[in-house]
């Protein structure tokens, strides 16, 4: 399936904790560069007609207010960790002004933690003014989105299952440390790959910088940008003079094309 052109914007660029983090009085944390304020990581997947939001984060109503966002057509969840769903209550809004429910789209994990975390959204009776979702199960195939084909890719976030998406030949992938060779092959050759990169130092489940720079050049990746990071990884500026070429630090609003 062809994608129409596409504009990515990142809602955030930040982990779990986000950057800067609370108390934390480190230079990266204490910074006035707006490029290391970093909110939870979440991006919007546009074309001309269809709007999708990965991941409601916690920072899901200012990243919408901040993006001026008045449409959305489509959420679709990576995995169930509360820095990814958190914001899920604030589709209200976009009930209200679309008088219409918003489509949701999860793995059957995500799907129970979406039903635990907001259960009065799946009550029998329901109170006026809670979000209205139609929720899908996402599964293997590439399916559509308006005009947007969705092909799921499965990685892995330690022994967690995530799930990355490709949108004609761009690929996210957000919380992971391990991909099979078979998923592997789904994002070869994209253009433009967006992947975790927390910070230099081994996690047990994130990307390293390092880990992220040689996994793009695995895949033959043209253009790779990281995201996820923690306050550990560095001064936005400063590790950016130290990427190789056809590498970038993603940061809060930056807009890009595919």
Same mark, same amino acid.
């Given at each position: 399936?062809?994608?129409? !052109? $596409?504009?990515?914007?990142?809602?955030?660029?930040?982990?779990?904790?986000?950057? !800067?983090?609370?108390?934390?009085?480190?230079?990266?944390? &204490?910074?006035?560069?707006?490029? /290391?304020?970093?909110?939870?990581?979440?991006?919007?997947?546009?074309?001309?007609?269809?709007?999708?939001?990965?991941? *409601?984060?916690?920072?899901?109503?200012?990243?919408? $207010?901040? =993006?001026?966002?008045?449409?959305?057509?489509?959420?679709?969840?990576?995995?169930?960790?509360?820095?990814?769903?958190?914001?899920?209550?604030?589709?209200?809004?976009?009930?209200?002004?679309?008088?219409? &429910?918003?489509?949701?789209? &999860?793995?059957?994990?995500?799907?129970?933690?979406?039903?635990? @975390?907001?259960?009065?959204?799946?009550?029998?009776?329901?109170?006026?003014?809670?979000?209205?979702?139609?929720?899908? *199960?996402? /599964?293997?195939?590439?399916?559509?989105?308006?005009?947007? !084909?969705? *092909?799921?890719?499965?990685?892995? #976030?330690?022994?967690? !299952?995530?799930? =990355?998406?490709?949108?004609?030949?761009?690929?996210?992938?957000?919380?992971?440390? %391990?991909? @099979?060779?078979?998923?592997? /092959?789904?994002?070869?050759?994209?253009?433009?790959?967006?992947?975790?990169?927390?910070?230099?130092? %081994?996690?047990?489940?994130?990307? *390293?910088?390092?880990? =992220?720079?040689?996994?793009?050049?695995?895949?033959?990746?043209?253009?790779?940008?990281?995201?996820?990071?923690?306050?550990?990884?560095?001064?936005? @500026?400063?590790?950016?003079?130290?990427?190789?070429?056809?590498?970038?630090? &993603? #940061? /809060? @609003? $930056?807009?890009?094309?595919?």
């Amino acid at each position: 399936m062809t994608s129409p !052109p $596409l504009k990515i914007t990142f809602l955030g660029t930040g982990t779990s904790s986000g950057v !800067p983090m609370i108390a934390c009085p480190c230079e990266v944390c &204490a910074s006035t560069d707006k490029k /290391d304020k970093r909110l939870r990581s979440s991006i919007m997947v546009q074309s001309d007609t269809t709007t999708i939001v990965v991941d *409601t984060t916690p920072d899901f109503r200012y990243q919408m $207010l901040r =993006a001026g966002v008045k449409k959305l057509d489509a959420v679709l969840y990576t995995h169930p960790h509360k820095d990814h769903v958190a914001g899920l209550d604030d589709i209200r809004a976009f009930n209200f002004f679309q008088q219409q &429910a918003i489509n949701v789209y &999860a793995n059957e994990l995500t799907q129970k933690a979406l039903r635990n @975390e907001f259960y009065y959204i799946f009550a029998e009776h329901k109170y006026p003014g809670i979000p209205e979702i139609n929720l899908h *199960t996402i /599964d293997a195939q590439t399916f559509m989105i308006g005009d947007i !084909p969705v *092909t799921p890719i499965s990685v892995w #976030h330690l022994h967690m !299952p995530v799930i =990355a998406f490709r949108f004609g030949d761009f690929v996210y992938i957000t919380d992971a440390n %391990k991909i @099979e060779d078979v998923e592997k /092959d789904k994002i070869r050759n994209a253009k433009i790959l967006v992947v975790n990169a927390l910070r230099h130092k %081994k996690h047990i489940s994130h990307y *390293t910088l390092d880990e =992220a720079i040689a996994l793009s050049d695995e895949l033959n990746i043209e253009q790779a940008y990281f995201t996820h990071i923690s306050h550990q990884l560095g001064l936005h @500026e400063t590790v950016s003079r130290t990427l190789p070429p056809g590498k970038t630090l &993603a #940061h /809060d @609003e $930056l807009v890009i094309f595919s």
